[in-house]
């Protein structure tokens, strides 16, 4: 068994360039990429620093990210001590893996060059999100973009991520249905669909699943069939 995320906890945050609709390393939709997502560190995306191809069992899943500090910049930017800034948070859905030997790279043992285990990089930008995101003072520091950030993360349902109500933003990209390599689930941690750890070919929850509001219909119809015709 891989190695397991918590639920919530701090990380480290970053933000890079994906292509408006560019086929990430989940292979999830890239309807999605219109919608605010992330790429996560190797151990995190995985369950293993080992992994290099493939999907993991972070594919899919979404994270409530908020904002604490950057306290890379100098004299550190600390939101709490600012109380004319506001506290961003967004809802991502993991659709990448952040290949950083910097901030990335973290194993079971070992933490990030920024002292933390789990790294975020988000995808910037986007039509859901661009800089504006995050807080500056320009006046005082003489740039806009820190780049380098302190989070809380919370492990949330996809029913609060923006692209939960496009149905073709959600799960694999369907011009590759045949791949084994892909698996993104629609709400992965919260229907028990997560994609297990590579190197298993087979993927739970892989390919372009039904939206769990039409799950217990499913259920009830499959059910009276098995009466049916018994």
């Known amino acids: 068994m891989g190695w397991s995320m918590p639920a919530t906890g701090l990380a480290s945050l970053t933000h890079y360039d994906l292509p408006l609709n560019f086929l990430a390393s989940c292979g999830c939709s890239t309807v999605s990429t219109n919608y605010p997502t992330a790429a996560i560190s190797a151990l995190a ?7 290099t191809l493939g999907a993991g069992p972070a594919c899919g899943r979404c994270f409530k990210i908020t904002l604490i500090s950057a306290h890379t910049a100098t004299p550190p930017f600390i939101l709490a001590d600012r109380p004319d800034k506001p506290t961003p948070s967004v809802v991502v859905k ?9 901030y990335c790279a973290a194993t079971e043992t070992t933490k990030n060059s920024l002292s933390r285990t789990v790294h975020f990089d988000l995808a910037l930008p986007s039509p859901a999100l661009n800089l504006s995101f995050f807080p500056s003072d320009v006046a005082l ?5 820190f780049g380098i950030w302190d989070v809380e993360y919370q492990s949330i ?21 045949a791949s084994d390599s892909l698996c993104c689930p629609y709400n992965p941690a919260f229907t028990s669909q997560m994609c297990p750890t590579p190197p298993e070919s087979k993927f739970k929850g ?10 217990p219909s ?3 119809l499959n059910v009276a069939l098995i009466f049916l015709f018994t």
């Open 206 to 215: 892989a390919g372009h699943h039904l939206l769990p509001s039409l799950m």
């Open 157 to 177: 349902s996809c029913e609060h991520w923006d692209g939960w109500k496009n149905e073709s933003a959600l799960g694999t990209d369907p011009n590759y249905p």
């Open 45 to 51: 995306y995985s369950g293993t620093s080992s992994q």
């Open 141 to 145: 520091y003489g740039y806009d973009d």
């Open 94 to 102: 993991i659709v990448d893996k952040c290949p950083s030997p910097t």
């Open 218 to 220: 499913l259920l009830v």
